[in-house]
Nanobody
Framework: QVQLVDSGGGLVQPGGSLKLSCAASENIFNINNMGWYRQAPGKQRELVAR???????DYADSVKGRFTISRDIAKNTLYLQMNSLKPEDTALYYCNAHIIEITTTAINEYDYWGQGTQVTVSS
């Protein structure tokens, strides 16, 4: 079981920046996909950005060009650099680890979540 600890959220003015961190309890290179999701009040949780074990990244259209997902394998840490923040980016942000386990008889998939870190963009 993977444990994830999110941090780095806070209150920032529109146009500002924040960097979120997600510390994992095991070697993140062994994790198939890692990502950041967010959930605003009254809305469903949505994917913000994700990165594969091979290092390929993709982003939600709403954050492309403003957010960057990265990782430090030596530190077992995932990051989300958020620039040019907008009020609509306000949400609880969660780190996710997606693991695919292939056996001789089955393919099992597991999702693990951080506890969430609040990002509020307001003047």
């Amino acid at each position: 079981q993977v444990q994830l600890v999110d941090s780095g959220g806070g209150l920032v003015q529109p146009g500002g920046s924040l960097k979120l961190s997600c510390a994992a309890s095991e070697n993140i290179f062994n994790i198939n996909n890692m990502g950041w999701y967010r959930q605003a009040p009254g809305k469903q949780r949505e994917l913000v950005a994700r990165i594969t074990r091979g290092g390929s990244a993709d982003y939600a259209d709403s954050v492309k060009g403003r957010f960057t997902i990265s990782r430090d394998i030596a530190k077992n840490t995932l990051y989300l650099q958020m620039n040019s923040l907008k009020p609509e980016d306000t949400a609880l942000y969660y780190c996710n680890a997606h693991i695919i386990e292939i056996t001789t008889t089955a393919i099992n998939e597991y999702d693990y979540w951080g506890q969430g870190t609040q990002v509020t963009v307001s003047s």
